[in-house]
């Protein structure tokens, strides 16, 4: 069974820099695609098929139209920063 740290690695690869930069972005207040495009820099084309893979991975939710960090990925970005 992996641990925690091949757990990150994982998904930082998985998401690469575009998907850490909407997680960042969404966490940083970004709620919507304008907001998330505003706060990362990228492009809504880029969001549009990062946003998908956020959710099926279980990094984001989904409520009311607005975007949020679950559990998961509040966890998964304070991994980040270490």
Do not use: H, Q
Not at 28 to 49: D, H, M, Q, V, W
Request: net charge negative; hydrophobic share 40%.
């Amino acid at each position: 069974m992996p641990n925690e740290e091949e757990t990150s690695e994982d998904l930082k690869n998985i998401l690469g820099y575009m998907g850490i930069e909407i997680l960042v972005a969404i966490d940083n207040g970004a709620k919507n695609y304008e907001t998330i495009k505003l706060f990362s820099g990228l492009p809504i084309s880029c969001i549009n098929g990062r946003i998908p893979v956020l959710f099926d991975l279980g990094l984001i939710k989904k409520n009311n139209d607005e975007y949020f960090l679950s559990e998961k990925g509040v966890l998964f970005r304070k991994r980040l920063n270490k």
